[in-house]
């Protein structure tokens, strides 16, 4: 079964930096796009970033500049490195990848959502 599995969350001050990574399981076929969003009280889910299995990668508007989103097929891992961290970006963060893998012989793709980690921006 697949699993993605965050981790870096936590406390940082404004203007700091946290890094999140997610591990995907192992037994898989290919990882064709992995990426993060975050959720705050009372809003909507939303997309922070993702990249594709190529390199390619997509960022929302309030985190372009500051947040770099990157992969590592080997490890199936994907990171995000935030730097600049505002109040406002306190918040829930998923880790989001579109696995296709082997099923009956068969691949098969879904989507999958790890549990989230907390990102709390404050003094």
């Known amino acids: 079964q697949v699993q993605l599995v965050e981790s870096g969350g936590g406390l940082v001050q404004p203007g700091g930096s946290l890094r999140l990574s997610c591990a995907a399981s192992e037994n898989i076929f290919s990882i064709n796009v992995m990426g993060w969003y975050r959720q705050a009280p009372g809003k909507q889910r939303e997309l922070v970033a993702h990249?594709?299995?190529?390199?390619?990668?997509n960022y929302a508007d309030y985190v372009k500049g500051r947040f770099t989103i990157s992969r590592d097929n080997t490890k199936n891992t994907v990171y995000l490195q935030m730097n600049s961290l505002k109040p406002e970006d306190t918040a829930v963060y998923y880790c989001?990848?579109?696995?296709?893998?082997?099923?009956?012989?068969?691949?098969?793709?879904?989507?999958?959502w790890g549990r989230g980690t907390q990102v709390t921006v404050s003094s």
């Open positions: 990249i594709t299995s190529g390199g390619s990668t």
């Open positions: 989001n990848a579109e696995i296709t893998r082997p099923t009956a012989g068969i691949p098969y793709t879904r989507v999958y």
